[in-house]
């Protein structure tokens, strides 16, 4: 049974100026596998897109759970992936619930769509 649906868009451009403008931004949206993974990048777009993706997924969750980013940090939430590629959301307190997530990138957004799953 679905639990929850959350979809989230940001602007590439705003992540941009927050990575730009923020010395902590990075500290704060990324947990520290997922900045292991931003340093490996090596074009500042890649890595801007990176960043909006993960963003608007942990934002995508907070709203299919109803917890809004505040009860959850952007530290309890982690984007992994599979061999092929495929994210893999990981949330603190959430083991027992199936999280099926998709993010994408266009020209000048990043989006995240996060459907929640009772396990039976």
Known sequence: ???GIGIDIIELE???Q??????????????????????LLTSDKRKVEYVAGRFAAKEAF???????????????IEVTKLENGSPVLN???????A???SISHA???????VVLEAQS
């Open 91 to 97: 949330v603190k307190g959430f083991e027992s619930v």
């Open 62 to 76: 907070a709203k299919a759970a109803g917890t809004g980013i505040g009860k959850l940090s952007f530290q309890d």
């Open 14 to 16: 705003r992540i941009k």
């Open 99 to 101: 999280i099926f997530v």
């Open 1 to 3: 049974m679905i639990k």
């Open 107 to 113: 020209k000048h957004y990043a989006v995240a769509q």
């Open 18 to 39: 927050s990575i730009k403008n923020n010395g902590r931004f990075i500290e704060r949206i990324l947990t520290p596998a997922e900045r292991e993974g931003y340093r």
